[in-house]
């Protein structure tokens, strides 16, 4: 069989791979693409947007339910499952084709196929339709991305659980789901599902959900679990799973040293992902993985070997769309003589529940911890007019400031947090001072324009008590 060759071989669709696709084609470079199935990677076809689309479905149940609603009313309100993943599939096919049309426009060819390197920069694959090419680049990018990880508990994987892509082609209402995972995935599908009617109970092995967020950030969080109707069970371990998810499952949960019964009708497994690496054969590159299965590479995201780089989630980058973006950048910049790098990146985090929770920058374990000095100032979002236009006062701003005035680190619980972190973003990567956002006019009654009060605050000490009375500005 001959050996095609290529300028670039990219393995894998996803944001960076189809970036530095498109963008390499562009420049005439003979490009190729191998994707194993998802034209586009996860983000289009079954994460980031088809899950908000299907949570803002969950939404519009929310704002017209008789009781916590809008007051707009119709009738008795009924939720069709089967016209909800209709919705998000009509979107989805249409994502799929603008990315077929950007592949076709940029000159860069698809194959739609599994790649297996035979060697240091060459691949076999075997086509979806049949057949094989052994495909071979003068440059190689391997942007294979993460997939669900299923926990070691007996009796889980006979279970069939779903996993976020069952969960999000759903055309019927689960009637008791348990969640396993108090992370993004499972917040973000607790809360969904709950809104549609099922009856929820996620079970979290950590002592709070969000890990990695300060203790009052996760308490907010579980009240608002809570408050939905769903049932949180914190420090708790699956002992072993019975059953048939999506008919009957009977899981033995320990939750602080208590043993109980669930008997449920679903499961979903949200409980962190694993690389995409493992069937790949890189032992035959001489690419080095960690000891997780994700590719080491340097902070030019270059691996050991030369003229082979590895982006996205299979590099251990942050397991977001957005930081696979900046991923392509840095290969793409670096490509044409550029010198930019992955450290010292501002990344900034949403939780699409309703309200969001937004972050950038540091948190106050993290300052701590690392011996940063810094003060704070906090505000409830009920300060802010614009959360009253729409019914949803609920949460809060805090900011991190540095000795220098400048803001170390942000953090909105309440409605609109994910635009208000965007503006606070901007300061920090502008390097500047909390006052100008004091000092600001924002338009009234924005979501931005809580950051005049929030930062009218004095900031003070860590431990010491805000006086939130000054905040004239929200009011």
């Known amino acids: 069989m001959a050996v095609e060759q290529f300028q670039n071989l990219i393995i894998g669709s996803g944001v960076a791979g189809k970036i530095l696709a498109w963008t390499l084609a562009n420049r005439g470079q003979r490009t190729v693409v191998v994707e194993r199935a998802m034209i586009g990677g996860s983000c289009p076809n079954v994460a980031c947007l088809p899950s908000k689309n299907v949570i803002y479905s969950a939404k519009a149940a929310s704002l017209v339910h008789p009781e916590t609603g ?23 096919d249409e994502l799929v084709k603008l990315h077929i ?15 297996r390197f035979t060697e240091r920069k060459t691949v076999q694959v075997a086509l979806n339709d049949g057949g094989t090419r052994q495909l071979q680049g003068e440059r190689v990018f391997i942007n294979v991305g993460t997939r669900a990880s299923i926990p070691n508990v007996p009796g889980l994987i006979d279970a069939a659980p779903m996993t976020h892509v069952e969960a999000l082609n759903l055309e019927r209402l689960p009637g008791h789901l348990v969640i396993l995972g108090g992370g993004y995935v499972g917040l973000e599908f607790a809360q969904a599902l709950r809104r549609f009617g099922s009856q929820v109970t996620i079970i979290q092995r950590e002592l709070q959900l969000l890990g990695r967020e300060d203790p009052e950030v996760a308490e907010a969080i579980l009240d608002l679990m809570r408050d939905e109707g769903i049932e949180v069970l914190l420090n708790a371990e699956v002992k072993n799973v019975a059953g048939n998810s999506g008919k009957k499952v009977t899981l033995q949960v320990e939750s602080e040293s208590l043993e109980r019964t669930i008997v449920a009708s679903d499961i979903l497994v949200a409980t962190g992902r694993t690389p995409n690496t493992d069937g790949l054969d ?20 270059e691996t050991d070997v030369l003229d082979v780089w590895a982006t996205g989630e299979c590099a251990g980058s942050p397991k977001f769309t957005h930081v696979g973006d900046d991923d392509c950048r840095v290969v793409l910049d670096n490509l044409v003589g550029g010198n930019r790098t992955t450290r010292d990146r501002l990344i900034p985090y949403c939780l699409f529940t309703d309200p969001e929770l937004a972050r950038v920058g540091m948190t106050e374990s993290e300052a701590r911890e690392n011996g940063i000095p810094y003060r704070i100032t906090r505000m409830p979002m009920s300060m802010v007019l614009r ?29 609109e947090a994910s635009e208000l972190m965007a503006v606070v973003q901007t300061a920090m990567l502008g390097k500047v001072p909390y006052p100008v956002l004091r000092d600001a006019i924002f338009t009234h009654p924005t979501a931005a324009e809580g950051l005049n009060g929030l930062f009218a605050i004095p900031p003070i000490e860590p431990g010491g008590k805000i006086k939130v009375s000054g905040t004239k500005k929200c009011l």
């Open 101 to 115: 049309d950007k592949f076709k426009n940029s000159g860069a060819e698809l194959v739609m196929g599994e790649a």
């Open 70 to 92: 809008l007051g707009v009313t119709t009738g008795r309100m009924n939720v069709d499952m089967a016209g909800v993943a209709r919705r998000k599939r009509m979107m989805v």
């Open 387 to 415: 959360t009253h236009t729409l019914s949803q006062t609920r949460g809060f701003m805090k900011a991190l400031i540095g000795t220098d005035d400048r803001i170390l680190g942000f953090t909105a619980f309440g409605a």
């Open 282 to 301: 890189l032992d035959k590159t001489g690419v080095e993985l960690d000891e997780k299965g994700y590719i080491r590479v340097n902070d030019r995201l």
